[in-house]
């Protein structure tokens, strides 16, 4: 790799033409060496015991092709598959339905208050989507839900349901409720770092702001608009809570709640579990190879040697609309459900209703500290999320960096690889990490290793997904710049490509870790009595019926992640590469903010 | 964090104290306490300093409670309360053995099955606790063996809201009337070991025919059957089937409008069983633990939060008793098959 070689760096002509790059491939070998056993180590040998566990009798613990046959014949475990798929592709067309105009009201235009949406919408990413559930559940349940009540006030005691949220209907909009901060995240982090020159060149050529946006903006977006998609796809199929609160009283079987069944009857079967998985795994095997299809050789390159920094573009009268159809993502994710929420975390017994006798603080002091396992939960959701979200997000950007810049042939096998986790359900992945962390070589059980090995390799393919849909928009000439002046690979990467990267990293590594914080699946077989985190306490509180402690906790949680969030803002500011050369396009007064 | 444990501590102390007195046990408890220092059981117990706990049976706060008693009881001994649903901590079980971990000592859950599939393959340990001479009767020895011991003791009834049902369904008969169509909530056999535990004994008593009526009153159904008492609460349904006894108390107790029926044709009767595991590291602190169950300590935990106690000298919360009510527990080797045909039915007819 010494020389700049213009059309594909993976083909390496000339290695040994100079003398100074003979340590080059050594640092190479040695950081792909280290990525692939990592990749081995977290997500092949945790994959492989699922894969092993799928081919074997529950019963017998024998070599067998049974379960595979039983999906194959049984209609009972055919039609959960069909629903899920619907649930799937109606939450990933909601979510980025939603997610990416959002995402361009808020990166690319004067629309009011972007930063609070923003925000909001951040906190709709927090909610794990069965508290959000259990919210529309009290506010749309079809007798008692409060909206419901209204409507019988406005239509009369008689009328019928307004909304029933016990639904197919229900439920995919709760699932794309709560997966729009996936696509909103990824696709405002690339807008945010988009150059604007062909918006300009389209401008200058009589385009109007829509036009823009349709042809330009939006289709230079389209590797985060699909990733996107997928990942949103993916939720759909794999979501436990929302199907479980809101479709079994409707008798609707989905994939995640008939593993659950699996592992609830005796005897568990969860060798059945396991290949019940693989048809998901094949959907998603697909999408993903449309996806390549899709993109194909396409450049998506916007920031190269000559950049300009953004501008935002000027909605005129349509800015106060625009900020009120924005408002109600936030309204219907986070203000309606909280708000039912936080009534029911402040009585004393929520079955009494509304009165001052029943309102109190007990909740929350006995979340606190009248409970003693909830401080150390805390403690380890906090110290858990916060290495595994380093480690994901480390490990799934070199792997991003190697397969789009093919640093070397067969990357994109690491790349594969890197998208397993998320597709296989976390109570199957569950089993996975404790077969492969419960023996040599990595026998970790016990330690909160294992939960920071298993919670950076199942949200491994958002880091991965995150940092490929960044670097695809990064142009390859700056790198080559400082190869040519000498820089090492490992160099140019890292005081070039990860500073380019900058705030999309930071976004990057809040997409990864604030879903860990409130992931409860992967958790649930791999947690020791030392080694708690905060979302089995709160499902052994829904569990136990305790119902204000739910929602007490809930927002407890939610504050601590806002604040998280809150504290990490001026990192994002400092780190953000876009955001410098904005302000000082600011201040040289080339841009009027 | 240290000062609120020491307070909570203090707390369950002075609960379990005067909860002693006000039943005339001070003496004895106190005995029991002085006699703990020269029990070779607990000296043996302390040498090992540990104890790990696996329980589905009981919610988190009452094992907490027990826990803490036990930590009060017998200082010295760490414990370790992994508490998961039944059949989460049973799952990871069998997962640690075929791996060859051995960190459990002491699992309790909600499933009898369980412990005959662990006798089964050799992964229990007989004991004897001395204290079980003060279980009712009828749940005495429960495996001759001594491999395994009732745990606790849970209830399935029928539960309401008072202010909306002014004369509630007095049995699972009367579920069937009219009156009660669309009116219904319960949990589902496929997620729930008590709602399952329901099933088979509805099956044996009234056949499928029930299920078929039951399936046409268009109940509510959810998973667990904590479900049936949020359904209540919120006003979304107003009478719960294959309910939990004691959480409705419990949520009773708190305040909130809603209570129980003892249904005359019998309320369910389930059995948490207990056992000590073969390679427990620590047995010495798990028999310990397993003895502990049956003291007075425990059964007035188990009182305080509407639990069924497991000593006859010790009656539950507002004066109930097993003598005064009238119950079924569903036995026989094959429950297995039995609840798995039970699942399926109720697919078939209510789903």
Do not use: H
């Given at each position: 790799m010494g020389v700049i070689s213009t059309e594909s760096p993976g083909r390496t002509p000339g290695v040994a033409a100079r003398p100074a790059t003979a340590r080059v491939p050594l640092v190479k070998a040695v950081a792909v060496g280290i990525v692939a056993l990592l990749l081995l180590l977290l997500v092949v040998q945790p994959f492989g015991w699922v894969l092993y566990n799928s081919f074997h009798d529950d019963v017998s613990g024998a070599w067998t092709l049974g379960n595979y046959a039983r999906i194959v014949q049984s209609a009972d475990l055919f039609e959960p598959l069909v629903n899920s798929l619907i649930l799937a592709v109606a939450t990933a067309v909601i979510a980025v339905g939603v997610g990416v105009p959002l995402a361009w009201l808020v990166s690319r235009t004067d629309m009011p208050f972007r930063r609070t949406i923003r925000?909001?919408?951040?906190?709709?990413?927090?909610?794990?989507?069965?508290?959000?559930?259990?919210?529309?559940?009290?506010?749309?349940?079809?007798?008692?839900?409060?909206?419901n009540a209204l409507w019988r006030i406005i239509a009369g005691a008689e009328a019928g349901p307004l909304l029933n949220i016990y639904s197919m209907a229900g439920a995919i909009f709760i699932c794309g409720l709560y997966t729009v901060p996936y696509s909103f995240t990824m696709v405002s982090s690339a807008l945010d770092e988009m150059a604007v020159e062909l918006e300009d060149a389209a401008t200058t050529l009589g385009s109007g702001t829509l036009r823009t946006m349709l042809s330009i903006t939006i289709p230079l977006a389209t590797p985060a608009v699909i990733a996107s998609f997928i990942l949103s796809f993916i939720q759909g199929l794999t979501l436990?809570?929302?199907?479980?609160?809101?479709?079994?009283?409707?008798?609707?079987?989905?994939?995640?709640?008939?593993?659950?069944?699996?592992?609830?009857?005796?005897?568990?079967?969860?060798?059945?579990?396991?290949?019940?998985?693989?048809?998901?795994?094949?959907?998603?095997?697909?999408?993903f190879r449309m996806r390549r299809r899709i993109l194909g050789r396409k450049q998506y390159v916007t920031i190269s040697g000559k950049t300009r920094a953004g501008r935002l573009i000027r909605l005129g009268g349509a800015r106060w609309p625009a900020f009120f159809a924005a408002l109600l993502m936030p309204l219907f994710s986070v203000f309606l459900p909280y708000a039912a929420l936080l009534l029911v975390s402040l009585t004393r017994a929520w079955g009494q209703g509304l009165t001052w006798e029943n309102l109190s603080l007990h909740w929350y002091w006995w979340a606190l500290f009248g409970n003693s396992e909830t401080s150390t939960a805390i403690v380890n959701s906090l110290v858990y999320s916060t290495l595994g979200a380093t480690l994901c997000v480390a490990l799934g950007t070199v792997v991003a960096y190697f397969v789009e810049r093919r640093v070397v042939p067969g990357a994109g096998i690491l790349g594969a690889v890197a998208t397993v986790p998320i597709i296989v359900p976390g109570i199957v992945l569950s089993v996975g990490f404790f077969a492969a962390y419960t023996r040599a070589p990595l026998n970790l059980y016990g330690t909160p290793m294992l939960l920071i090995a298993a919670f950076a390799a199942t949200f491994l393919p958002i880091a991965y997904a995150h940092g490929g849909?960044?670097?695809?928009?990064?142009?390859?000439?700056?790198?080559?710049?400082?190869?040519?002046?000498?820089?090492?690979?490992?160099?140019?990467?890292?005081?070039?490509?990860?500073?380019?990267?900058?705030?999309?990293?930071?976004?990057?590594?809040?997409?990864?870790?604030?879903?860990?914080?409130?992931?409860?699946?992967?958790?649930?077989?791999?947690?020791?009595?030392?080694?708690?985190?905060?979302?089995?306490?709160?499902?052994?509180?829904?569990?136990?019926?305790?119902?204000?402690?739910?929602?007490?906790?809930?927002?407890?949680?939610?504050?601590?992640?806002?604040?998280?969030?809150?504290?990490?803002?001026?990192?994002?500011?400092?780190?953000?590469?876009?955001?410098?050369?904005?302000?000082?396009?600011?201040?040289?007064g080339v841009f009027p903010a | 964090m240290m000062e609120f444990s020491r307070r909570r501590l203090l707390q369950t102390g002075g609960l379990v104290g005067t909860a002693l007195l006000s039943s005339g046990l001070a003496g004895t408890a106190f005995s029991r306490i002085a006699a703990a220092a020269d029990d070779p059981l607990y000296a043996a117990a302390k040498k090992e300093g540990a104890l790990t706990l696996y329980w589905g049976s009981y919610e988190q706060q009452t094992m907490e409670a027990i826990r803490d008693a036990f930590k009060a009881t017998y200082p010295g001994i760490e414990v370790n309360l992994l508490r998961q649903a039944s059949q989460t901590v049973y799952t990871r079980l069998r997962m640690e053995l075929q791996g060859g971990v051995n960190e459990c000592d002491s699992l309790g859950t909600t499933n009898l099955l369980h412990y005959t599939e662990l006798k089964k393959v050799g992964a229990l340990a007989p004991f004897e606790p001395a204290d079980a001479v003060n279980l009712p009767d009828a749940f005495r020895g429960l495996d001759p063996d001594k491999m395994y011991h009732v745990g606790a003791i849970s209830l399935t009834s029928i539960n309401y809201a008072p202010g909306k049902v002014p004369t509630p369904p007095a049995s699972w008969q009367a579920l069937l009337e009219d009156q009660w169509h669309g009116k219904i909530t319960t949990g589902s056999p496929a997620f729930s070991g008590d709602v399952a535990n329901w099933v088979v004994a509805i099956r044996r008593k009234y056949g499928d025919d029930f299920l078929r009526a039951f399936g046409k009153q268009k109940p509510k159904v959810g998973q667990s059957n904590v479900d049936t008492v949020t359904d209540i609460l919120a006003g979304e349904r107003v009478v719960g089937s294959g309910a939990p006894f004691s959480y409705t108390l419990t949520q009773k107790a708190a305040g909130n409008p809603i209570d129980v029926v003892a249904p005359s044709d019998d309320a369910i009767l389930n059995l948490g069983v207990t056992g000590i595991l073969a390679k427990a590291p620590h047995p010495n602190a798990a028999r310990l633990f397993t003895n502990f169950l049956y003291s007075k300590e425990v059964s007035l935990i188990l009182q305080k939060n509407y639990w069924p106690t497991l000593r006859k000298d010790v009656a539950w919360a507002e004066g109930r008793s097993l003598d005064k009510l009238k119950w079924t527990r569903n036995t026989g080797d094959d429950l297995g098959p039995e609840v798995a045909e039970g699942i399926a039915k109720w697919k078939e007819y209510v789903r």
């Open positions: 925000v909001l919408t951040l906190t709709a990413f927090v909610t794990p989507s069965f508290i959000g559930a259990t919210g529309w559940i009290l506010l749309a349940a079809p007798n008692s839900g409060w909206l436990f809570g929302v199907p479980a609160f809101l479709l079994t009283p409707t008798g609707i079987p989905v994939v995640t709640t008939k593993l659950a069944e699996f592992y609830q009857q005796f005897p568990p079967e969860i060798f059945l579990a396991a290949a019940y998985c693989m048809p998901l795994l094949l959907v998603t095997a697909m999408l849909a960044i670097l695809k928009g990064i142009g390859p000439e700056l790198e080559r710049a400082a190869r040519s002046l000498g820089a090492g690979e490992g160099k140019a990467f890292l005081s070039i490509t990860v500073p380019l990267m900058g705030g999309g990293l930071v976004s990057g590594w809040f997409l990864v870790f604030i879903p860990i914080i409130r992931e409860l699946s992967v958790a649930v077989f791999l947690i020791t009595p030392k080694t708690n985190v905060m979302t089995t306490l709160i499902y052994n509180a829904k569990d136990g019926g305790n119902y204000e402690a739910v929602c007490a906790m809930s927002v407890l949680l939610l504050l601590l992640t806002l604040l998280l969030v809150a504290a990490a803002r001026p990192l994002t500011r400092l780190l953000s590469a876009r955001r410098t050369s904005r302000k000082a396009a600011d201040t040289a | -």
